[in-house]
């Protein structure tokens, strides 16, 4: 069993920054990827970043690309996303996912959420 777990929300104002982590325990992990999604009030959830286990390669939304960063700590399993320059319209429910590589691929294990709120 694979739990990831999300920290580091919380109220920022706008063009402020913060940075989230998801630490990802069980004795079986082993991720092709790692990635975030956010979901705001009403809307679907949407993709914001993915990083790639072993190389570290980077994809970012447009929407953020330029202001977020994912980064991940193999030895400690957690994956990471550095926000800056945060905007009212990033305020969502972050959540972190994997790409296990112990089952079929795609982002099927995920965590809670932490929420993310930016004031104007």
């Known amino acids: 069993q694979v739990e990831l777990v999300e920290s580091g929300g919380g109220l920022v104002q706008a063009g402020g920054s913060l940075s989230l982590s998801c630490a990802a325990s069980?004795?079986?992990?082993?991720?092709?990827?790692m990635a975030w999604f956010r979901q705001a009030p009403g809307k679907e959830r949407e993709f914001v970043a993915t990083?790639?286990?072993?190389?570290?390669?980077?994809y970012y939304a447009d929407s953020v690309k330029g202001r977020f960063t994912i980064s991940r700590d193999n030895a400690k399993n957690t994956v990471y996303l550095r926000m800056n320059n945060l905007k009212p319209e990033d305020t969502a429910v972050y959540y972190c996912?994997?790409?296990?590589?112990?089952?079929?691929?795609?982002?099927?294990?995920w965590g809670q959420g932490t929420q993310v709120t930016v004031s104007s």
């Open positions: 990083i790639t286990w072993s190389a570290g390669s980077t």
């Open positions: 996912a994997a790409d296990l590589t112990t089952t079929r691929p795609g982002f099927n294990a």
């Open positions: 069980g004795r079986t992990f082993s991720s092709r990827a």
